[in-house]
């Protein structure tokens, strides 16, 4: 059976950040999707053309900055239609041209794709991953190594174990996962491997997972373990 779309990944960057930005490119219509553009507007305009899709959507996992600073240079060449979590939108009163608040379940429509939007708070208030058949787009809720922090306004470490538990048990464990930052292991990872070498996956007792993602004595914020 032919695949109803195919996955680019960019690797972008500005000074210490590094962020993957994803492309969900429908087959059937050539029209793209495009999650968390951040750094390096050219680039990401350059593949566009290179694989001659047109961009009729951006996907936002959440509003902090590094994932969503070139939406706006990216709506005055492009016009594409932007999507955000309700909650997100409100509580940090994210805005910009062609604004579309999106609620838990809902569908997406990029040609024949169909995009649902799973809302998973935790590092925000309405962080959302998105879902294509077979792969799962995570920002910074889940990273292949661990999980986003909680610390930050509006984070909630309670709401971080309620969204991973719901991802274990609603999402295929053959789904690829593809987050907005690599900490060692590259985006890709199934599920599975997650369940099997996520410490954060491992955790079933809300308390316990509170206590250790909120711990004091880490080396780091990106130090999982």
Known sequence: ?????RIYQLRVGFLNFVNYVYLIVDNSSQQAAIVDPA?????????????DVELV????????????????????LKQPQIYMSAEEIKFYKY?????NPITDKEIIKVGETEITCLVTPGHTVGSTCFLVPGHLFTGDTIFIEGCGICNTHGG??????????RVKTEVS???KVYPGHSFGKKPGYTLSHLMQENIYFQLNKKEQFVDFRMRKNQANAFAFK
Do not use: G, Y
């Open 173 to 175: 464990s053959e789904t």
């Open 156 to 165: 909630s470490a309670e709401q971080m174990f309620e969204s991973i538990r």
């Open 39 to 51: 750094w390096e507007l050219q680039k990401i305009v350059d593949i566009l053309h290179e694989i």
């Open 1 to 5: 059976m032919t695949k109803t779309q």
């Open 57 to 76: 959507a951006v996907l936002l996992t959440h509003s902090h900055f590094d994932h969503v600073n070139v939406v706006k240079p990216l709506l005055k």
């Open 95 to 99: 805005n910009c041209a062609n604004l």
